[in-house]
């Protein structure tokens, strides 16, 4: 009889073909998760900011917001269910900067937030 299975030849072409369509696929995937990334940071910049401004619009005697009490004072207040002050992409901490008059502003140290 004659015998079943595969030649060498044959595993070795499967194998190239395989290696070459992961050389295409694991750079785009790669860029997909960096700029997944730099999303979430812009979403998460823009839901606090909007968040402190919400809670300087509506609290009757808000507190300043710092970076250090931001996010325990909105969670605490409402306005944030949970989350954290820092960037998904380098995980260094977003700046504040404004007051409960002008207006809150949150921005990444690394510039991927973009423009809110």
């Known amino acids: 009889g004659r015998q079943q299975g595969f030649t060498l030849v044959e595993l070795l072409a499967?194998?190239?073909i395989?290696?070459?369509?992961a050389a295409f696929t694991v750079p785009k995937f790669t860029g997909v998760l960096a700029s997944s990334k730099e999303k979430a940071c812009m979403a998460n910049a823009k839901l606090i900011q909007d968040a402190a401004?919400?809670?300087a619009a509506?609290?009757?005697?808000?507190i300043e917001l710092t970076a250090e009490n931001i996010m325990a004072t909105l969670k605490g207040a409402g306005y944030l269910r949970e989350?954290?002050?820092t960037c998904p992409v380098s995980n260094d901490k977003?700046?504040?900067s404004g007051?409960?008059?002008a207006g809150y502003t949150v921005t990444c140290p690394?510039?991927?937030d973009g423009k809110l």
Do not use: K, R, W
Request: a negative charge; glycine letters at 8%.
């Open 53 to 55: 401004n919400l809670y």
């Open 94 to 96: 977003y700046q504040l």
């Open 18 to 21: 395989l290696a070459i369509l």
């Open 110 to 112: 690394n510039g991927c």
């Open 58 to 62: 509506n609290e009757p005697n808000p």
């Open 99 to 101: 007051d409960a008059t």
């Open 14 to 16: 499967v194998m190239a």
């Open 83 to 85: 989350g954290s002050f």
